[in-house]
């Protein structure tokens, strides 16, 4: 059994620099990123790594994998696992830990933070105030938020936790999930199309990869329709964003509040031209409380690897 000063690969820095110092601490770590010549170092190197840790946002190309013959445990921080390599990770029968369940509360906070800037328009009554445009006219009315539908795509933990939320501003929840959740006291629609229809805000937590790929198409935001907006804090994948330029260039639907887009770090140009959608840099999670929790969670699941050979919180593929 491999001991406290275990090599370690980091793929990159982490998103808590704290949790770099945690690592270095416990394991003889080496960060990939850092390597004058990464490709150079995993060739010479890479057959010294059975752990390796990364993060939700860094991901983890399969030419990394396959550079790595002794990988066998996989650490990441964050929820979701859409960037790492699936099938170059299951080739080698890597097991893969995860960080559900401690991000919940900040990512529905976020979403709640995106849907009120959205409809209230918050950030761009901040720009107006700034400008000095208040002592010249008024800042147009909006829309209220408190008691109106709110359409849940991914009613998993996160879903979940929104929902909660939505209670204490009066609304009524639905959500489309695969299949109903026995029990759930919000009403079940069976297609996403029904979901945004119905809905008064479309909020997207369902996980990225390729089975929500797009699947926020241009029917789906033409059914959520003048007077919705949609919210999404899960993957930009989610959603064709080429089609939400269009909707929302076109007022076909109100407003956006993103926090994630399908290439980042660049949202798309058109974007950042429009003032009826919010735009937030992939920090749902990013609070201090939450990192340091997800950073616990990201040693605790390496530790118990390497102690039993089953992490705390395993991706369930
Ligand atoms: C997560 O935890 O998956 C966050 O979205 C960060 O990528």
Known sequence: ??????????????????????????????????????EHFLAEQGAQFEYLVTSAAM????????????????????VGFDALDREALQDKGVRVGYT??????????????????????????????RRGDWSK????????????????????RIGSTVARRAAGFDMEVA????????GSPHHYLPSLLELARWSDFLVITAAGGDSTQHLVSTDV???LGPQGFLINVARGSVVDEAALVTALQQ????????????????PKPELL?????????????????????????????????????????????
């Open 1 to 38: 059994m491999a001991n406290s000063r275990s090599r370690v690969l980091q793929y990159g820095k982490m998103p808590l620099p704290q949790l770099d110092a945690d690592l270095a601490q416990a394991y003889e770590v080496s960060i990939l990123s850092e390597q004058p010549d990464p």
């Open 59 to 78: 991901g983890l190309p399969a030419r990394v994998i396959q550079a790595l013959p002794k990988l066998k445990f996989v650490s990441s921080f964050g």
């Open 100 to 129: 559900p369940g401690v991000l919940d509360d900040c990512v529905a906070d976020m979403a709640f933070a995106l849907l009120l800037d959205a409809t209230r328009g918050l950030s761009e009554s901040d720009r107006f105030v």
């Open 137 to 156: 006219g008024r800042f147009g009315i909006r829309t209220r938020a408190s008691g109106k539908r709110l359409g849940i795509f991914g009613m998993g």
């Open 175 to 182: 959500y489309h999930n695969r299949r109903p959740i026995e």
């Open 221 to 223: 935001l033409d059914a």
């Open 251 to 266: 007022q076909r639907i109100a407003g956006a509040g993103l926090d994630v887009f399908e290439d980042e770090p660049r």
């Open 273 to 317: 031209a429009l003032d009826n959608v919010v735009l937030a840099p992939h920090i749902a999670s990013g609070t201090h409380e939450t990192r340091r929790a997800m950073a616990d969670l990201v040693l605790h699941n390496l530790q118990q690897y390497i102690a039993t050979g089953r992490p705390a919180a395993e991706v369930p593929w």
